[in-house]
């Protein structure tokens, strides 16, 4: 596998909290060369470095809800830069009509240049509900990217599954797209990679042959065995992309 596949640890929350040293170095056997983390389990940041440094896993980014990062701004900063983070991602924001869209977009933007002072770079990631439209005909996401200096984190299954046209959404904002979350799956549930309807092997191509910083793997906390999914999508990849 390339030397930049991550998994985006969220839909193995459960196995980190019960045994993040087994995880990590079953993650590291699948071929992973980094994590994406929602949640620290209670460790510390020193405890999290040691185990990314014994199974030479890169810390790639954190995902974080918007409203945690703004009542614990100065603690979730301290841990980010101990532990050497250098990209929170935005995973939930409140954008059910144009007034709270607004509200989240000046949040996004105050963080977004505080973050930038202490050397934190702040991305935005998508599900399928900011491709809907308001009834001005305005779309959450475009309003995203219109009104704020945030770099993307393109969730390509959630986006595809809102009847976009993931290739052209990538061209339109390739130059703010440092990380692509990468699933399959159909009729909006996902599943291992290569098991399901979405575009994943043009994305994943575009994203080796224009050098994409990470190639992320998501799957679904949902799902029953996820480690086992996991299994079946890097053997996948490995025999067909």
Known sequence: ?????????????????????????????????????CGFHGKSAKEILELTKKYNLAIVASHIDVLELLDEY????????ELGCKRIVITYGDIHGLES???????????????ETQGIELLYHNHEREFKKFVTGEIALTSIMNNTRLKLELDAFWAEQAGVDVMELIEKYKERIPLIHIK???NHIPSAIGYG??????????CVNNHLEWIIVELSSKMENPMQELAKSVDYINKNF
Request: glycine fraction near 6%.
């Open 1 to 37: 596998m390339l030397n930049n596949i991550a998994v985006q640890l969220n839909p193995i929350n459960k196995e980190c909290a019960a045994d993040m040293d087994g995880t990590f170095k079953k993650l590291r056997g699948l071929g992973f060369r980094g994590v994406e983390f």
């Open 74 to 81: 100065d603690d979730v900063v301290a841990y980010h830069k």
């Open 184 to 186: 399959d799956g159909s």
């Open 197 to 206: 309807t979405a575009t994943v092997k043009p994305i994943y191509d575009y």
């Open 101 to 115: 869209l607004s509200m989240l977009m000046n949040d996004l933007n105050s963080l977004e240049h505080r973050l």
